[in-house]
């Protein structure tokens, strides 16, 4: 019985629907296969195994089109900030926002990355998903490249108490020494706005769902990821370039 019903299950899965209604009929084909998986009920977790296996792969062929055709704007993007060593023979991408605690927990394995190897480039994609809140801190961050203190800032952001909100925002810029008037006017600048536009548009293309999220080389690591890792990917990323 057990080998009738899989040759019969291989057979309903391989001929269109429309030939074996042609042959059997519709209603015999629908009893042929409720009959089937009652008899077989395995064959639903087969077949939503074997689904989830075709997204996974179709997924992944998606990310590694959308890491060679936007390499350059990932990578070399001149509206994205850059920390670490400008000419490094690496690059590191995270996608992250103020808000996200994973981030802030992420962020002294970043730190340490960049403690172990001199050679990171540190590329930061705004990506601001948690709120009204998450959206002024990072337009104000972005608008702090034009005082120098993008770093600082950052840095400072990240190590914050509490929601960042307009107002912790900006108290941490006043404690960095940023001139409030000049920063509240750049932060409604096109550029600014383009920067958390194209971030939300690779973000969606690369299949990330939250931060922090991070891409080196032809890797993705969506979520928190301790130093020792960041770097062991970083390694084989610059041996593969080799």
């Known amino acids: 019985m057990i080998l009738r019903n899989a040759v019969l ?6 001929l269109p629907f429309g030939a074996l209604a042609d042959e059997l009929g519709e209603d015999r084909v629908k009893e042929l296969v409720l009959e089937t998986i009652l008899e077989n009920p395995e064959i639903i977790m087969q077949a939503v195994d074997i689904l989830q296996r075709r997204e996974a792969a179709a997924q992944a ?3 590694a089109d959308i890491l060679t055709s936007q390499r350059l704007l990932l990578e070399q993007d001149p509206n994205a ?6 000419d490094g023979d690496v690059t590191v991408i995270e996608f992250f926002d103020y808000n996200c605690p994973y981030c802030r927990q992420a962020m002294p394995e970043v730190q340490a990355m960049l403690d172990a190897d001199p050679n990171i480039r540190l ?3 705004e990506w601001p998903i948690l709120g009204d809140g998450s959206v002024f801190a990072a337009k104000a961050a972005l608008a702090s490249r034009s005082q120098g203190k993008y770093e ?7 190590s914050m108490e509490g929601r960042a909100e307009e107002a912790s925002v900006l108290r941490v810029a006043d404690l960095v020494g940023l001139d409030i008037d000049q920063l509240l006017e750049d932060m409604e600048s096109a550029e600014i706005a383009e920067h958390i536009e194209t971030t939300s548009r690779l973000s969606q293309a690369l299949g990330f769902n939250g931060t922090p999220s991070f891409v080196i ?5 969506p979520g928190f990821v301790e130093a020792e890792l960041l770097t062991e990917t970083v390694q084989q990323t610059r041996l593969a370039n080799q």
């Not at 080389?217 to 690591?221: A, K, R």
Request: hydrophobic fraction near 50%; glycine fraction near 6%.
């Open 9 to 14: 299950a291989a057979t309903l899965i391989a």
């Open 61 to 63: 062929e998606s990310q």
């Open 81 to 86: 900030p850059v920390l670490g060593n400008p």
């Open 123 to 125: 590329v930061y994609r």
């Open 152 to 158: 600082e800032f950052h840095w400072a952001m990240m």
């Open 217 to 221: 080389g032809d890797e993705l690591l």
